[in-house]
Structures are given as C-alpha cells and as structure tokens.
C-alpha cells in the first residue's frame, strides 16, 4: 500500500492545481467490513457542477493526471479508486454478476452520501463507464449526464461469430485460463511485475512519456500495485464478465430503463478495440434523448491518455453546455 | 495521409486484403508516405509501386502451400523462404521500384548487434530495396541462421523492435491482429487484457492467440481467403467510418487539391456529391476485387478436391507423418545441407582453401605434438647375409664341385621391445639380454644348396668359440658390421660381427689355412664400408633416429667368394662368423 502511495504520488505530481486526497468511509455496506475510499478533489471552492470520474479496470485515479487540470479550471473534480481497486478497501464482494454490480454501483452512492453531492456529472472509462451507466439507471437523479469514455460491457456477445475454426489447442488454453482472475499473471511475476507491465503494455508508458520524467518506471510501477494487493475488484468484475471480456448482463439490453433526461456523451478512441456500435444503437433507442457519439482519432482504448487534449475538449464542452442547459440544441 | 503495415508473417495476405480495397476505393490516399516492418514492409512496397495484387495473391499462396507441403512446415531445412522472397521481389517490384519508393518506403529494421530499431527509406538501386525488405522479413532460424547484411550491417526483423512504425499522428496502422489500430481485424472475442509487442498492439483473444500461431505456420488456402477477406471488409470499414470514399468524378477533383487541401477540406466536399454516397452505398457490398478472389479460389479448390488432398486431410495422415518424421527429417536435412553448400561453393572459393590449409597446417601440429610426447617408434632391422662357399677338389677325373651357400636373413622388429629412454641408458650393455634376443629372433630363411656331406650350421660353430678366441679376434680385428639395438629390458645392444675367415690369427685358423687364406682375394671394399657405417651408427647421437631407419644390407655385399683347400673338411673349413656380444 506505500509502495502505491508513493508510485501514484509521483504520477500526480504532474498535476499543477491544487489536490487533496482522502479516505472517504462509506460503512460496511459490502462485506460487512468498514470501507473506506480513496478520493482526490480538486477546485472544492467552485460552485459549478462537480464532476465525478470512475477510472477503468486495473488502473486507478492516477491515470487520469493528463486530464485534471483540464477538468478543474471550471469545476470541482471528484476522482476516487473504485471500491476493491488502486487505494481503496477491498472487500470481497459476490460471485454473482448481478450482485457484485449492484454492490459496486451502492458503494458509489454511499460514496455520494459521504461526499454531500447532490448532483453531479458523471464519468466513466471502460469498466467505469459500465458502473457509471449501471448507477445512473438506478440513482437518475443524482446524474445531470453521463459521460462515457469508450465503455466497456455494452454489446452484446455475438452467438457464435467465429471467424475460423478456432483449434483445439486454443480452446485448451482459453479454458484453462478462463477461471483466473484477467490479471493473476501480473500478480504471478512477484518483484518482477513492474517489468513485466512495462515489456507487455510498452504503449501505456508512451501515452504519459510527454508529461511524466520518468515514465517508463513511474506507470509500470503504479499498475503494478494497483493489481498487486488482493485481487476483489478484479473478482468482482470477473464476476461480471461471460468469457473472455464480455458483460454477462449487456448495458445496451439495460439502456432502455435509464431516465429520458439524462443526456449521454459517449467517447470513443477511434482505434480502440471497444464496439462502437452500441452507441449507435443507444442513439437510435433513444430518439427523444440526447447522445452525443465522439471517435476521437489515433486514439486507442485510452482515449482520455491518446489524445488528452481532443479528450478534455469535448469532455469540458458536456459538461459546460449540461450545465448551461444548452445540450438540446446542440443536438 | 501515411499508411503503416504491421509485420505478420504469413498473415501478410491481410494486407493484399486491404491494400486492393484501398486500390478500389481510395486510389488518392497513396500519395504520401508508407511503412512497415517484415511482411508490412514489402505490402508497403509493392503498394507504392502498384504492383499486380493478383500475383502477390498467387505468390502468397503458392509460399504457404509450399511451407505446409513439407513435414515440420516452414521449420523444414528445404524450405528457404529468403530465397523465394527474393526471386518473387525481383519479378514483382518494377525495375524503377527504387525511384518510385524513394522517401516513401520507410522500412523498420533491426540492428542486430544493439538491437535498435532502425527506419531506411532512401534505397539506391533495386538490389538495395530488396536487401532491405529481406532484412526487415529475417526471422533468425525461421529464415536462416545468419543475418542478412544491408550496406555492411547486420539486420533483422524489424517486428523485434517496431513491428508498427508510426510516420505521424495521421499515420493509417494496419494490423491483421485485433488490438487498436486503425484497420485491424474485431473479434467476437473482446478482451480487456492486451499487450503490446514492438509497438503492435495485440488483444489477448482466442483469434489472436491463433493467428499468432500462423504468422510462421501458414494455414489452409481457405483461411487464408478468409483472413484476405476480412482485410478488405476492414479497410473498406475503415474508409467508411472517415468517410473516404468518394466517387470517381471527386477523386479526380481531390487529387488536383492534393498538394494543398488536407484530407478534411477533401472530405467535406465529397459529403455533398450524389455520385459519392451512390458509390458508397455501392462498397457496402462489396468484396474482394476478381483477380484476388479467383486465385483464391482456385487455391481453395486445389487443396479441396482430389482422393490425395481428402487423404491428406485425414487425421490419420497427419499422425503418419508425424511418425515418419525421423525418417524423414535426415533426409531432408543432407538434402538442403547439399543444396546450400552447392549455393555456398562460388562464395566460399577462397575461404575454402584458406581452411584447407589451416586443416593441413593444423593436422601436421597435432602429429607433432604426438611425436614429442608419446615416442612410440616402429622399426625393424633386418639383416640378410649370404654366404657361398666354394669347394674344389683338385682330383684329376673327379668333378666334384661343391658349392654352398649360405644365406641368412634376420629380421629384428623392435617394438617387441620397449626402447630407451636416453643416451646413457641406451649405451648400457647387456650381452646375454642381446644374445638372446638375437637368437630368438635369428631365422635363417633358408639354405638354398646342400650339397655333399652338407654343412653344420653356423650356429653350431659359434659355440665352439671359447672366451679366449673371441677375445683374439675382438681385439685383433676391425668388426665387418657392429649394430645397436634395443632389447625387451630397455636396454641397447652393441653387436659386432667379426669376419672371421680371412682373419690371418692363429687363434682362429690352422696353419695351413693361413696360408691358403694368403692367397684369397678380398674386396676390400667391404670390410671399410661395413667399419664405417657401425661408425656411423654411434656418432649418431639420437638413438631415435637411428632406430628409424631400417637397416638393410645387400646380400651382395657380404657374398664372399673362397677357395678353400681340397682336404679340408666342410666343418673346418666353413666361412665362419663370429659373433660377439660386447
């Protein structure tokens, strides 16, 4: 747990506004084991509407330190490690999808009730755009809108679509593999796993080499404890998943029953290997709503790390016109 | 705007796949730059000299088939794919191709001996294009042993370094694996875990997993359509999703703006052209142009139809040739160690000597060092010697001509016996050891003529010598022949042989055959030659040496003619040797 702390205090010293960090209690609502979240705020004093950020899987807030400053020029920021990841308790939550969600998206709104927020704009990457859809269906008044940045767990699994007869060699492997946790191998490698993050994600130390000294040993390291301590949240969200990457319970079969009023936004990295389908199909769903679809270029499945400022744009565009309330005539 | 190939090996006919969809649909997006590593690198080539996509189909193909014709596949030592790359390049690429690609082509190598990645895009001649595509497609082991040279430098795959190179932001990335790039493959399997490999950014699915398995292992005709298939539905997905294409009519438009109109002026002029959403519509469609799609076919249906291909297909086949393998492997093995020393031979010409020169030099230090340490000596000393006595009788009527002869011959070989191991050992003397030794191996071969009463042998008449006589011939008389050997004790034995029969001592002969042996003839000659060489023998100072040489003596040298008086009994009057241990 130091050793995070000091690898996520080197990746935040790039962050030029002021940041506060925090453990919020949040009760023993999951695990009936006293919780505690670890929040970063910055621009507390601003009156505008606060913008909350959930980081994707295997990451935590760190990651986002290309994208603050943006962010807090205008509005409060709240950016916390999603409960059994980066510095947060790590309760064990359930092995069944729908539960494992549901004790997520609750320790998110007990969060809220910890935090005071009222209102706020919600955003989420990858696994964090999942929750972020999943507790803006059940807490729609909480979420002025939705900002989805490439989100994970929106299409459906095709039935099988293989392209080729996938040999049995293959199939051996995936099974065998399928009952771990996505990132036992990290865990596996022990003392070696900085290395190892660094030799396999060699593109995740480029994304932050422009505004990081040393990134090459400050981004392995700070993934590394991320994924290093026990695995729950990686549990849950395996929980979550059916096969290989797929959400066992599809948002886009769920889209239907969040509230009219919440505007979406959705981000995608054009190179990203996230479906973006989906937001078409919410978009055409949701005729009367509005859903901004965004492909930012050259970007991968780390949009908000690709194309940081393409990224803070059209992210600080929502969440301006949301508050200024001139989202629909945009559309 | 600026393309890049990932290097893929064998799943290179992803990017015939969309390189023809490129070709169809956006022609005007080639002006600029390309690049890629390994097979990236020659779809980059033949892209930007717009060679016949129908023959690099039929190329690709006939390259995989041939690679899963042989048992081990592509692992088999026959199979030279750097050989075939290089004659397909040569008819393929225009003989200008170095001027076309000049700045384009950027090919990312290997450096082998820091292994930096580097970028070539300025080629001088045809042969160095093609150097340096073979440089950038070098798998070590897959493709040889040794890398290939490219302006005196060691290169190889640029997929160990940058499989990917990026040119600039506005770089189109192609990849065959699914992962984030521009136009790659989507699979059905997501998943959240991906890695990235030398800048190649592969996603840990099922389908990746096996199409990592056949960037070395060619698959079947038929997914190797599927995967050029799938190239193009990529790219023309990819073209849609950027809204590049557009109609003839507005190509035409564009590519005269193309010097000053970035690519997004263009594309807003062609949402409003009719003709362009027709087209389209139109690609929506669309596959794989005709001359990829038959020669794909035509493979498919090769390997398809006929009683062998269905036998080969069998399980069981593949099971027998799994068996046969170390039959088989052997020979193919000496075959293509043949082939490539037939290859070698012009080039190795010179080197070759050199080496067979070392060879020898080396082979003749070896024996050298052999000699000085193990003095380990096979020689032999043989001797013969004939003796022919005359005898006549000077009885009137009587024809009674006796004539003997006596040869002998003594072989020595004295490996039977060890041998010294220095001067002064070698000068220590053992008369009895030698005498011995000297009977032991004494073999008189043969008595040609035994005439009359026949003649005692001479060992015989040696033992009537007393002390007292060999004491008066030693020290009277010079010895016809004295030699050294080596007996079973390690110890050198001096022998000399005294000449007895013209010795003029009253110790040896009566006194009448004194005065006949007054009147014999000698050659002189002899009896001086015979003293030298013994003389000869002990000045030598290496025994060694001495006992190299294998001592012969003429038979002629030591035939001595006599006439010995009539009266005189055979056993009296025999040419007698003596010979005396010292």
Redesign the interface.
Known sequence: MAALRSAEEKLLAVVKSRLRGRYIDIGNSVGNKKCKIWTLSLNEASKCLPLVMLHG??SGVGLWCMNFDAFASTRPVHAFDILGFGRSSRPSFSSDALEAEGQMVQSIEDWRKAMGLEEFILMGH??GGFLAASYAIRFPDRVKHLILADP?GFPE??IN????N??TW??V??TVLQPFN??WGVRAAGPLGPKLVAK?????IKKFSSIIPNSDEVIPNYIYHCNAQTPSGESAFHAMMA????AKYPMINRIDSLNKEIPITLIY???????QTPGNEIKAKRPDSYVEIQ?I??A??HVYADRPENFNHLVNIACDSTEHGSLFTTN | MNVSFAGCGFLGIYHVGVASCFKKYAPNLFVDKTAGASAGAIAACCLLCNSPLGQITSDVIRVASQARAKTLGPFNPTFNITKILRSGLEEILPENCHEIVNGKLHVSLTRVYDRRNVIISHFESKEDLIQALLCSAFIPFFSGYFPPKFRGVRYADGGFSDNLPVLD??TI?VSPF?????I??????????????A?T?I?????N??RM?RILFP?EPE?LS?MCQ?GFDDALKFLQ??QLISCTRCLSVTSTFQLSQTVEETLRHDLECTDCKVQRQVALLDSLPETVTSILQEAIDSANKGLVNWVFRHRGSSLISVLALPYVLPRDIAHATFLRFCDAIPKLTGDFAQLALSLVKFIVAVIKKMNDKREQFSAKFSCQLAITEYREYDMPGAINFIRNKYNFDFTFDLNNGGLPHSQSEALSLNTQAAEDYLQHHYQPLHAIQEDGQGEKPLAESHHDDTFEQILEVTSHQDAVMAYYYLDSKNQVKVKEIFDVTDADTSAILAPEERVQNADLQFDSFIEGEKYESSCNWQLAGDPDEAYLDTFQMDASDFTKEMNVNERGSPSDHEASYMIFES
């Open positions: 899987f295997a990858s696994m994970w699994k095709p679509q293989e392209k080729f996938i040999p293959v199939r492997i995936a996505p990132l396999i994600r060699p593109d995740l096969q290989f990457g797929w990295g054009s190179r990203s290997w996230v479906d492909a270029n050259g991968g499945h | 932001e506005n990335t699914c992962g984030e790039s521009d790659c493959p989507q699979d059905s399997n997501v998943s959240l875990l991906q890695i990235n490999l800048n950014s996603e840990l699915s099922r389908e997993l096996y398995a698959p997914i599927r799938q999703r950027n």
